[in-house]
């Protein structure tokens, strides 16, 4: 994930208040998912793969030992059936942490 930037939000409350960059995004990615047994991962359909991602996550699973759930079964604008099954999936896979991978409508999901 060369050029890429890592903004960490640690609690859905006061977003934008609580942001900080990331410098080193492989160690700081190794460290929280070491911590983790399961990652519930919001991407967009392709560019989690275009962008490098996926292939990042991949290389770094041995390493963690967490496994990774995909979710990327929403539209550009999220309906709200498509944000009720992601709740509803998330709440089956009951992972350690949900990383959004992506833009607007990642984040929004």
Do not use: W
Request: net charge negative; hydrophobic share 35%; aromatic share 12%.
């Amino acid at each position: 994930m060369t050029n890429q930037q890592i903004i960490v939000q640690r609690d859905c409350y006061g977003i934008g208040s609580n942001m900080t960059p990331v410098h080193n995004c492989a160690d700081y990615m190794r460290g929280i998912l070491s911590k983790c047994r399961r990652a519930y991962i919001v991407h967009g359909h392709h560019s989690y793969f275009d962008c490098g991602a996926a292939a990042f996550l991949e290389e770094l699973q041995p390493q963690t030992h967490c496994e990774y759930h995909n979710y990327y079964a929403f539209s550009n604008n999220p309906k709200y059936e498509e944000v009720l099954f992601g709740v509803k999936d998330i709440q089956a896979y009951l992972p350690d942490i949900i990383i959004a991978i992506g833009g607007g409508s990642v984040i929004d999901m």
